[in-house]
């Protein structure tokens, strides 16, 4: 016999007595006709970076529920709380509805409604002025995207077509490290095959927490051995089967000490090592002269050095071993190498291009469309990786690239800004230095869903429609069990809204010809082009019609490419199943609708494929970085007694600061509060809920604690996704503090990526 | 007809609110912490200081209404408002509810919450009004649990798969030393 106190969730702060349920309370009206219609339609959920796959149910045009897609070997027949969320996304009585154009103030909130014509005329005659002035340069508009679908297709607009080199996007305050040292260790960025691997060590992922598909999924019902080390014991502590405390920003030494112990005592794969490695006498060398032994180890990670032998024995023992690479990665200087030294015990346990390993797999390449560049020679190239040794091509560093055009370093001015699904006013270190930023600006364009903090500093808004209210082009997912999937459009937009494809059709054909205008003024090649073609056939073989991608709807080109290049049966798959893979019709349930996708004999865990591991970096060598993992005094975790690391995380509940206004989401987790260790928080005389000033050298900001005895004693965690500074966010606003108020912003000089966990707190009772 | 009951493979659980989520955006809940048809709730809590927690003790437990086979609820309504339906699920005459509060008094597992809404108490009925009226046997929350650890189903089906789970695995019900013979069941 159990016994549980069944008190009910008075715990959570507050009830919302006067909250009404979004959806009963939604306004929208509609003609209703005498019989209902009921419609189940696949879609693709976007509330978090995931994809994962839903059906909609829809009741007269209406989204009545969100259930999960059992035919998609990603997201496993489930959606998390976002997820099923999703309709509040869809019916926030805050979602921007009309274009806006600014007539206070930036940041003031002050805007007029407007047209879609007359916010595109808006933005024509500002860029018009701009480039003119910049002599054609294009690459005076910057322009950037967060994570998502439709990225590369904006990336087509504002790079290929519009012809700006500056891109940037979520990479580099992310993952850019991850990936890249994964892609320079083996070539590739692989895979991480969570649901085949035995033994799993999870360093700082907080993966029940901040769930990624499969991965989490598969955590949960894979019987592996799960190893989680963090500084905080989240739940994907609680749940591990060992869970080792340690310093923050310390990960690198416990890496550092198993291979020293695996080189030491030969448990690593020689037959592996001897095949694959390149330079494996540099690091064996490296290793063992720098001594990372357990001991040392455990000086700079408080973990036992008995533990870290046990663990590590334990690791090069087992059949399938997993280190798991992080996915939000970069919290120190060190993160590149951290990375790579996750990569390199894979490596040297043999867990590459095999099951439980980093994989290669076998994805669905899906072919691009093709389009006309247009070429500008007066269109400068990127700044923002000087003094970055490699730093993404793509998405380039913010925190760099931000620094040059507030202190004007940057070889030309950057005059515009155009933001799609990318909240940068709370996205990344030191919020201040973002709207310095957008201040000098002469023309900011936001496209959104949310009158975002970003948006507020935007001249002109314009409203996008949510995920469920459009098709995008089809994608390919995974690589151990690869499939296609589609966003098919659920409802269509609300109010004004439009999907980004007919935005820039609409803006397309608004700047085409006076943006020529000007490339003619100053591009001698295109003048001579002029002389011999004609005007009419330079333009259009030119390919200065900005709008060529979009003269078809989604739709269309996705039935032509799925068509083209996979066949009528895989696009009606597409259309009603939202997915397709080769066993779609064989998928097998092992429990309680829980499915087999791939059999276990299809997947792809070996490709055949040629690869070296690379212990050694040499062009880090040449730029005076170590090329191979090493431990510097100055990662030591040190602090004065009276401060504190802040590091910060995720609650299940939120996404970054996207679904910050959803109403069901807020009904878990209204606001962010502080973790205090509770020893330390009892010898300040602070108590739960009580009001503390978190410092750091940039900023303060007021938060409620909670003191804990899940948190190490000199850390402070808090989650991201609170603090929300716009008034038009009326459920977020007020609510919980900003963490990128106070986070300093620093950078590594591999990837240029921001790093998020180094800042040092003083904290005062208020 | 059927006997619906679930069994919960709890340890499973993370906390992750889906089900709760897919509870109130199903049954059209209030939002409101204190209006729901099922919860989380910790029980027992991570002991010791921070270099040496005990996490054993603590465990997320699925709470909702236990379907008493011995509804103290029904017997202690004053209107005879709460019946038992063809499904073994204890429902509610809507109309006969005047919130004499009673049930929720009376219910051990404090499962009920004033609906302000419809002036009722209201519980989980196992998705009665939405999917089971439609002919699916599922509910909102065991349909998208990430873990699948709610088997829901006919008790009296012996082929169904709650059936063999609690055939095959030990599992305790709440408070059962009250004698109300919960229909959920916690797998050990």
């Not at chain 2, 829901?152 to 609690?166: A, H, M, R, W």
């Amino acid at each position: 016999m159990k016994r549980i106190e069944t008190s009910r969730r008075k715990f959570l702060q507050g009830s919302v007595a006067l909250c009404v349920y979004a959806t009963s309370s939604f306004s929208f009206t509609k003609q209703k006709s005498s019989r209902s219609t009921f419609e189940n339609i696949p879609y693709l959920c976007n509330m978090c970076r995931n994809k994962c796959a839903g059906f909609a149910q829809v009741i007269d045009n209406k989204v009545e529920k969100l259930n999960p897609n059992k035919y998609f070997p990603k997201s496993r027949n489930m959606l998390c709380p976002k997820g099923n969320a999703g309709i509040d996304a869809l019916y926030d009585k805050d979602r921007l509805k009309y274009p806006l154009l600014r007539i206070g103030k930036r940041g003031d909130g002050r805007y007029k409604r407007v047209t879609w014509d007359e916010a595109n005329e808006y933005i024509k005659d500002k860029l018009v002025k701009i480039i003119d002035e910049e002599k054609d340069n294009r690459s005076t508009i910057a322009y950037c995207n967060g994570e998502g679908f439709n990225k590369d297709e904006y990336i087509k607009f504002f790079g290929s077509k519009v012809g700006s080199s500056n891109f940037l996007d979520e990479g580099s305050i992310c993952l850019n490290t991850k990936l890249g040292a994964t892609q320079l260790t083996l070539g590739d960025i692989g895979e991480m095959d969570v649901s085949g691997s035995d033994y799993l060590i999870i360093s700082g992922a907080n993966r029940y927490e901040s769930l990624i598909t499969p991965d989490s999924v598969d955590m949960i019902h894979s019987k592996q051995k799960l190893i989680v080390l963090d500084p905080r014991c989240s739940v994907t502590a609680l749940k591990a089967d060992e869970y080792l405390p340690l310093n923050p920003g310390t990960d690198l030494a416990f890496c550092l000490s198993m291979i020293y112990i695996s080189i030491k005592e030969k448990l690593y794969n020689e037959k592996y090592v001897k095949n694959y490695f390149k330079d494996f006498d540099k690091l064996e060398k490296h290793i063992l002269k720098h001594n990372y032994t357990a001991k040392w180890a455990e000086s700079k990670t408080h973990i036992p050095s008995k533990k870290i032998e046990q663990i590590t024995k334990e690791f090069f023992s087992a059949q399938n071993p997993l280190y798991y690479l992080g996915r939000r990665s970069v919290w120190a200087q060190n993160d590149f190498q951290l990375r790579r030294a996750m990569v390199l015990i894979n490596a040297l346990a043999g867990s590459v291009n095999k099951k439980g390993g980093i994989i290669f797999g076998q994805p669905f390449i899906i072919q691009d469309e093709e389009i006309n560049e247009p070429f500008y020679n007066a269109s400068a190239g990127r700044f923002d990786l000087d003094g970055i040794v490699y730093g993404s091509q793509k998405g380039g560093s913010w925190l760099n690239f931000r620094e040059k055009v507030i202190n004007k370093m940057s070889p030309y001015p950057i005059r515009s800004m155009f933001i799609r699904k990318h909240n940068i006013m709370q996205n990344m270190p030191n919020i201040s230095k973002t709207k310095k930023m957008l201040n000098m600006m002469d023309l900011v364009v936001v496209f959104d869903t949310m009158p975002s903090d970003t948006a507020m500093m935007a001249d002109v808004i314009l409203p996008e429609c949510t995920y469920l209210e459009r098709e995008d082009m089809v994608v390919s997912f995974n690589r151990l069990e690869p499939s296609l999937a589609l966003r098919n459009k659920v409802v269509e937009p609300l109010y004004e809204s439009k999907s980004m494809q007919d935005i820039l059709k609409d803006l397309g054909k608004k700047l085409s010809k006076p943006l020529f205008e000007i490339s003619l003024k100053y591009d001698e090649d295109l003048q001579d082009s002029i002389k011999e073609f004609g005007l009419e056939n330079s333009f259009i073989d030119g390919g200065y019609d900005l709008a060529e991608l979009y003269k078809n709807n989604v739709s269309m080109r996705n039935k032509k490419l799925i068509f083209k290049q996979f066949g009528e049966d895989i696009y009606n798959s597409l259309k009603t199943k939202g997915v397709w893979h080769p066993y779609i019709d064989q998928e097998k349930e092992l429990y309680n609708n829980y499915y087999e996708y791939y059999p276990k004999e299809k997947r792809y865990y070996t490709v055949d494929r040629k690869y070296k591991v690379n212990c050694y970096l040499s062009k880090l060598k040449k730029y005076g970085f170590d090329p191979m993992p090493t431990w510097h005094s100055n990662y030591d975790f040190s602090l004065t007694d009276d401060s504190f690391r802040l590091i910060t995380g995720r609650y299940i509940t939120s996404t970054q600061t996207a679904s910050t206004n959803n109403s069901m989401l807020r009904d878990f987790k209204e606001q962010n509060n502080v973790w205090i260790n509770d020893k330390v928080a009892d010898k300040l005389n602070i108590k739960e809920d009580d009001y503390i000033v978190l410092s750091s050298s940039i900023n303060s900001i007021v938060i409620q604690a909670y003191p804990t005895n899940k948190i190490a004693p000199q850390v402070l965690w808090l989650a991201h996704g609170f603090g929300t500074s716009s008034e038009e966010l009326t459920n977020a606003y007020g609510k919980g503090a900003s963490d990128n108020l106070i986070i300093e912003d620093r950078f590594e000089k591999i990837y240029g990526c921001a790093t998020m966990h180094e800042t040092n707190i003083t904290i005062r009772k208020l | 007809m059927a006997n619906y009951g679930m069994a919960f493979d709890y340890k499973l659980c993370i906390n992750c609110h889906a089900c709760e989520v897919a509870c109130k955006e199903e049954n059209g809940i209030d939002l409101g912490a204190k209006n729901h048809r099922l919860w989380i709730q910790e029980d027992g809590k991570v002991e010791g200081d921070f270099w040496n927690l005990d996490r054993n003790k603590m465990n997320f437990m699925q709470m909702q209404c236990q379907e008493c086979q011995d509804a103290p609820c029904l017997k202690a309504c004053p209107n005879g408002a709460i019946y038992i339906d063809n499904n073994r699920i204890v429902r509610l005459y809507k109309e006969r509810c005047d919130l004499t509060l009673a049930c929720m008094k009376a219910c051990p597992y404090e499962a009920r919450y004033i609906d302000e809404k419809n002036h009722i108490t209201d519980k989980c009925i196992f998705c009665a009004d939405t999917r089971l009226s439609r002919g699916e046997v599922t509910t909102a929350c065991q349909i998208t649990c990430p873990s699948k650890l709610r088997y829901f189903g006919d008790l009296d089906d012996k082929e169904s798969e709650i059936s063999i789970v609690l055939k095959e695995r030990t599992y305790f019900t709440l408070k059962s030393e009250l004698g109300t013979k919960p229909k959920l069941f916690y797998l050990e």
